[in-house]
């Protein structure tokens, strides 16, 4: 392949997704498994496996709107949008059974008040626990993550397909930089986080710098790579 | 918009809504995911207990290994030795589902063989009769899911321009991640503690302490799963066919190459409702179940 200013664009697309990815990972509710037994406040589950299913959701919405059109803007929207509903479904059915299953009300450990909804808290925290639920605050910042992380996965996806042509090796190179930045993010949030409002929020210019230092190894190695056979 | 394209769609809604069920009914009887940490420590605080153990991996990893390991065999079976479609998916599914068996089978001996000193035994009777349990629940989900990567890539207009392995990698990863954010609540939150107070989070003086018994006799997976299919298992299954099926539906009403503002509005729209859909089920909860008596601070509720 020839290295020209093309190049550099996709690189620094591809540089700007994984960012993209790392800090949209800090807006995710996850409680660990904590959560999953009520025990903490957000998802009942790991951080990097939501922001991957969400993520690549998108890439699957963004792979498809990418066969049909060359315009980026409606590619990164659509890739957006699909990861937003994957997350909204997934939490939307998860509150079903923290509301209709195991009867507790939502509530946030770390803020007094939802800075939403203006709503109580620490009255509406079960004993021994450090929260329970999807408060409102946390659910908009879960969909605001999952639309960082559908933008994300799209715009590595995209310079990705411009150089190679190859939508199969691409969206495997997408979800293997999308992986690496998600794990980076979790690492700095040491597992568990309910959102912006949390006071862990603030340390994301820690995993900010982690992922520019690996994305921009990635996006080099990426853009190198074509398929066998030059297909 | 062609009303072929919508009954598709309808059929992946319908088989993801199947797909998300028996995920989460086979994490339960496996005690797989997040649940399974109370699980792994209750021989260790002195209950010894009769509930499967197989955390091979994270659900959405595990899933993602039993889809794309049915979606290759597939893939080979239709583009090499041109078998028809459901043939492929099912043979494919069945592969899965040994691959399945053998990792379950080979963690619950590893795992509770490393408990020994906590007087954990290992039940061959559960072996026996559990894991089948298991290994048919990972084929319904491989199934169902290669069969929507099948659909996607083969049938539905515009065909997706991802190989099978590829799309059922992605769904394998979501419908794990989905199964271990939703279903799993109602299996940790209330199956495996059903003797606490009810309308509260499990107090971590309780953590370890798992129901051991059960209607009858000792409680094992089987029970675990009759419980969570009643309200876990469907809720995971509608989580999935929600995602898989608004997400195609908007591109299928809309055509993405000159409508494709309307799909991503539609989206949109989706995705503010769900977020209406939340504040309701927070507010309903409030109201109903009130504050903890016991809470001293002085913030008003």
Not at chain 1, 3 to 26: A, K, Q, R
Not at chain 1, 51 to 70: F, K, N, P, R
Not at chain 2, 152 to 168: D, E
Request: aromatic fraction near 10%; glycine fraction near 12%.
């Amino acid at each position: 392949m020839s290295f020209d200013i093309n190049t550099i664009i996709y690189i620094l697309e591809i540089i700007v997704g994984g960012l993209l990815v790392g800090v949209g990972v800090h807006f995710v509710p996850v409680g660990g498994a904590p959560a999953a037994m009520a025990q903490a406040t957000g998802i009942g589950t790991g951080t990097v496996q939501l922001a991957a299913g969400s993520g690549l959701t998108g890439l699957l919405s963004a792979g498809l709107m990418m066969s049909v059109t060359d315009n980026i803007w409606p590619i990164i929207a659509t890739g957006a949008v699909g990861a937003m509903i994957m997350m909204d479904a997934t939490m939307l059915t998860g509150s079903w059974i923290y509301a209709y299953a195991v009867g507790a009300p939502f509530a946030s450990a770390k803020v007094n008040y939802d800075p939403i909804t203006k709503f109580s808290q620490p009255p509406y925290v079960a004993p021994g626990t450090v929260g329970q639920g999807i408060p409102t605050v946390c659910f908009v910042s879960g969909t605001i993550g999952a639309a960082m992380g559908g933008i994300g996965g799209a715009l590595i996806y995209y310079p990705l397909v411009q150089i190679n042509g190859n939508p199969a090796m691409s969206a495997v190179f997408a979800i293997g930089i999308f992986m690496v930045d998600a794990v980076l993010a979790s690492w700095n949030i040491q597992g568990t986080i309910e959102g912006f409002h949390d006071p862990k929020f603030k340390k994301w210019p820690k995993a900010f710098k982690s992922c520019l230092v690996a994305t921009v190894i990635l996006a080099v190695v990426a853009v190198l790579i074509t398929p066998i056979g030059g297909v | 918009m062609d009303a072929f394209g919508m009954g598709l769609v309808a059929a992946m809604g319908a088989l993801a809504t199947v797909a998300g069920a028996s995920e989460d009914i086979e994490s339960d009887i496996g005690s797989q995911s997040n649940p399974n940490s109370q699980v792994q420590l209750a021989a260790q605080v002195g209950n010894p207990h009769r509930i499967y153990n197989k955390a091979i991996a994270g659900e959405p990893p595990s899933n993602a290994l039993w889809c794309t390991t049915a979606a290759i065999m597939a893939y080979v079976l239709i583009e090499g030795y041109h078998m028809p479609l459901l043939f492929a998916v099912a043979a494919g599914a069945s592969l899965a589902a040994l691959f399945n068996g053998v990792m379950a089978t080979s963690a619950y001996l590893g795992r509770n063989a490393s408990q020994a000193r906590f007087n954990q035994w290992i039940y061959l009777d559960i072996i026996r009769y559990t894991t089948p349990s298991i290994m048919a629940h990972a084929w319904i989900t491989s199934f169902c899911i290669v069969l929507i990567s099948v659909i996607q890539v083969y049938v539905l207009t515009p065909h997706h321009p991802f190989p099978i392995p590829v799309i059922a990698i992605i769904w394998g990863l979501t419908v794990g991640a989905i199964g271990s954010s939703v279903g799993d609540i109602h299996y940790g939150g209330e199956r495996e503690f059903q003797w606490r107070l009810f309308g509260q989070g499990l107090n971590t003086m309780l953590s370890g302490q798992i129901v051991r018994k059960a209607e009858a006799g000792l409680r094992n997976s089987i029970d675990n799963a009759w419980f969570c299919a009643k309200f876990g298992g469907p809720c995971t299954g509608m989580g999935f066919g929600l995602t898989v099926f608004l997400d195609n539906w908007r591109t299928t009403v809309f055509d993405p190459v000159t409508q494709a503002g309307a799909a991503i509005a539609m989206g949109l729209f989706f995705v503010i409702l769900m977020n209406l859909y939340n504040f309701y089920c927070e507010l309903s909860a409030r109201r109903k179940y009130g504050p903890y008596p016991g809470y001293k601070g002085d913030i008003a509720a």
